[in-house]
């Protein structure tokens, strides 16, 4: 049980990262539901409010370090974080284009959010989840990859280089802060 620790997940205002954001919010855990869409965030954070879950939207741009920077404040605001789930990605409508086809533009786009924004959510946030499991023993950071970068996709070129780079990070990241007893040492494809 979570028992109010303070969790944030990114990409949450729909998809995989609202079922992670209720899983845990039915498990206790006080979600911070952070993504880009403030339409479906706020809805998403009323809707499991209705349900009994403590759950808040903050907005975030995975793109923009300031952004990043700005919400990792909103979300400490209160005290340290328990847990992080790197979950927001480009992963809808980005196919389609072979790699020799591939605009840098697009590439760039896509890696943005889904590699260096995964970095940049992480590095700001676990300063506190460190300070956390001073307290209360224990944090975790969690990323979701996909196990298409294991085998490869077509006509997905970025996505698919972005999502092999956050399992190197989290790995490495593990490597980092495993010994501290947080994130947890395990790092498992998705
Ligand atoms: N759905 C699948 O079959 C599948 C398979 C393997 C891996 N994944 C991974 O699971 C995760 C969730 O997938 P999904 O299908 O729920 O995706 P989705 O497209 O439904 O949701 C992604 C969320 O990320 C948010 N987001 C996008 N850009 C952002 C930005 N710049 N800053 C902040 N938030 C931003 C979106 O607003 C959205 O709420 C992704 O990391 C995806 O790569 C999904």
Redesign the pocket.
């Known amino acids: 049980m979570l028992d109010d620790r303070v969790v944030v997940v990114?990409?949450?205002?729909?998809?995989?990262?609202?079922?992670i954001a209720r899983r845990l919010g039915e498990d206790g855990a006080s979600i911070a539901l952070?993504?880009?869409?403030v339409r479906?965030?706020e809805d998403s954070a009323e809707k499991l409010r209705a349900d009994g879950i403590a759950a808040r939207y903050v907005r975030?741009?995975?793109?923009?370090a300031d952004?990043v920077d700005e919400m990792a404040v909103s979300v400490t605001a209160d005290g340290p974080i328990y847990g992080l789930v790197?979950?927001?990605?480009?992963?809808?409508g980005v196919g389609g284009r072979a790699v020799h086809e591939l605009a840098v533009d697009e590439w760039d786009r896509v890696l943005?959010?889904?590699l260096r924004?995964t970095f940049l959510v992480s590095r700001a946030l676990i300063p506190s989840i460190i300070e956390h499991s001073d307290e209360r023993g224990g944090g975790r950071v969690i990323s979701?990859?996909?196990?298409?970068a294991l085998y490869g996709s077509p006509k997905l070129t970025h996505?698919i280089a972005s999502?092999g780079g956050?399992s190197a990070l989290t790995r490495t990241m593990a490597r980092d802060l495993g010994p501290m007893g947080s994130p947890s040492t395990r790092c498992r494809p998705?």
Do not use: E, H
């Open positions: 990114t990409g949450a205002a729909r998809g995989l990262g609202l079922a952070c993504d880009i869409d479906r965030g975030v741009d995975l793109a923009d952004s790197n979950n927001a990605a480009l992963a809808d943005d959010v889904n924004g979701i990859g996909s196990d298409a996505y999502k956050v998705v």
